[in-house]
């Protein structure tokens, strides 16, 4: 059980597009469809982006899109513009007769 | 609009137990489409999830937390609550309370800070 792979960092211009990595093994992420990403700005409350690997809830905007592939899991920023300047997370849920839900270690994204 | 509010002391000595509550308010917390968890942050590090439960009572845990940690719902009350024993300094973080649909927390809480110390 332990936290799932991101890189502690990732950048990009406004306008560009940016892509976070969320990795994990068989147990999580390659075994379900139920990868999550969170927005978190300082001092605020977590934010969820994306739900079901690539479904965003009501209001978020489009450019925010979610993959997967196999054990690794990826978020996509598109457009970026500066207030997408933030740590985001990934989760997924893991195992089976104990299910639980896994994070990663969170990127900070930085928009330059 | 759904509302979710933790409430308990900010203050908890080595050893003791950590107990909050989180107050629904513009929902039901009887929905069996949803879950209900706990989720918390050190000052300054990433999210870890510690359980959740269903409005039936069932209930799932982060494997390294399972011996300390208790959830329970109250649906009379729209409450639902966390015991976490034997606390230490590394407990120390702000806990938040969610509820979770798909694996997600989907709707946070506003957090509260839980210190760890004598």
């Known amino acids: 059980q332990s936290a799932l792979t991101q890189p502690p960092s990732a950048s990009g211009s406004p306008g560009q597009s940016v892509t976070i990595s969320c990795t994990g093994s068989s147990s999580d992420v390659g075994s379900n469809n139920y990868v999550s990403w969170y927005q978190q700005h300082p001092g605020k409350v977590p934010k969820l982006m994306i739900y079901e690997v690539s479904k965003r809830p009501s209001g978020v905007p489009d450019r925010f899109s979610g993959s997967k592939s196999g054990n690794t899991a990826s978020l996509t920023v598109s457009g970026l513009q500066a207030e997408d300047e933030a740590d985001y997370y990934c989760?997924?849920?893991?195992?089976?007769?104990?299910?639980?839900?896994?994070f990663g270690g969170g990127t900070k994204l930085t928009v330059l | 609009q759904l509302q979710l509010q933790e409430s308990g002391p900010g203050l908890v000595k080595p050893s003791e137990t950590l107990s909050l509550t989180c107050t629904v308010s513009g929902g039901s917390i009887s929905s069996s489409n949803y879950y209900w968890g706990w989720i918390r942050q050190p000052p300054g590090k990433g999210l870890e999830w510690i359980g959740s439960?269903?409005?039936?009572?069932?209930?799932f845990y982060k494997p390294s937390l399972k011996s300390r940690v208790t959830i329970s719902i109250d649906r009379s009350k729209n409450q639902f609550s966390l015991k976490l024993s034997s606390v230490t300094a590394a407990d120390t973080a702000v806990y938040y309370c969610?509820?979770?649909?798909?694996?997600?927390?989907?709707?946070w809480g506003q957090g509260t800070l839980v210190t760890v110390a004598s």
């Open positions: 969610a509820r979770e649909y798909s694996s997600s927390p989907y709707e």
């Open positions: 989760s997924s849920h893991a195992g089976s007769s104990n299910a639980y839900v896994i």
């Open positions: 439960i269903s409005y039936s009572g069932s209930t």
